[in-house]
Structure formats: structure tokens, C-alpha cells
């Protein structure tokens, strides 16, 4: 399994962004894949997360209303559109993914994920 994450970049605040994150591998439809991010000093954060089934979603809570994930199951990818961006929003975004047994799976914590891409920059100016 490999993820590649992109589209990153500079952003004002109240504007938006679109991450993609795009899986290599078999059975893309039995894995959870999952949002994170992680500022300069601080510890990696979840943001959203994608259950198997498109629809299953969960939310950190600082970004709910404000983000949506999706997942393409055919393109193999995961979206992350980020609208109204804050500056606190600033981060590297990482993608990663794992097997679950169940459609409605979306772990939240980082050691809940086996693979993962390798970030792109967020940065939100005020």
C-alpha cells in the first residue's frame, strides 16, 4: 500500500483548500483512511477520518462544519475540502490507511493506521 497526498499550499484566512490522497494497492474498499495533521512542535493531531463505506465520516471537533471528507472508491482516492481556513489550521496534512473488518471503522488515533503517505503543506496567512 502506498498514499500520495497533495494540494497543499498557501491559503488566506476564510478561504479553502482541497487535499487529495490518492491509494495504491489492492481492496482500497476495505481500508479506513484518515486525515492528520501536524504543526511544528506540537503532536500529530486527527482531523477527519473516511470508513470504508462512503458516508461513514468522523470529525475532529475543531473542524467540523468547516471541513468534509469523501472518498472516490473508484479513483482510489480520498478528498479533504477545507473551507473557512483559520490560521490554526497551518500544518503538514498527512493521509494514512488501514484494514478494518467493519465499514463503519474510523479510528482517530495515529497508532490506529498502518500506512501513510508522506504530507503536504497547509499554510493559512491572516
Known amino acids: 500500500v502506498q498514499l500520495q497526498a497533495s494540494g497543499g499550499g498557501l491559503a488566506q484566512a476564510g478561504g479553502s483548500l482541497r487535499l487529495s490522497c490518492t491509494y495504491s494497492?489492492?481492496?482500497?474498499?476495505?481500508?479506513?483512511v484518515a486525515w492528520f495533521r501536524q504543526a511544528p512542535g506540537k503532536e500529530r493531531e486527527f482531523v477527519a477520518a473516511?470508513?470504508?463505506?462512503?458516508?461513514?465520516?468522523r470529525y475532529a471537533d475543531s473542524v467540523k462544519g468547516r471541513f468534509t471528507i469523501s472518498r472516490d472508491n473508484v479513483k482510489k482516492t480520498v478528498f479533504l475540502q477545507m473551507n473557512n481556513l483559520k490560521p490554526e489550521d497551518t500544518a503538514v496534512y498527512l493521509c494514512?490507511?488501514?484494514?478494518?473488518?467493519?465499514?463503519?471503522?474510523?479510528?482517530?488515533?495515529?497508532?490506529?493506521?498502518?500506512?501513510w503517505g508522506q504530507g503536504t503543506q497547509v499554510t493559512v496567512s491572516s
Open positions: 494514512g490507511a488501514t484494514y478494518t473488518r467493519t465499514a463503519y471503522m474510523t479510528p482517530s488515533e495515529s497508532n490506529g493506521y498502518d500506512y
Open positions: 494497492g489492492r481492496a482500497f474498499n476495505q481500508y479506513a
Open positions: 473516511s470508513g470504508r463505506s462512503i458516508g461513514v465520516t
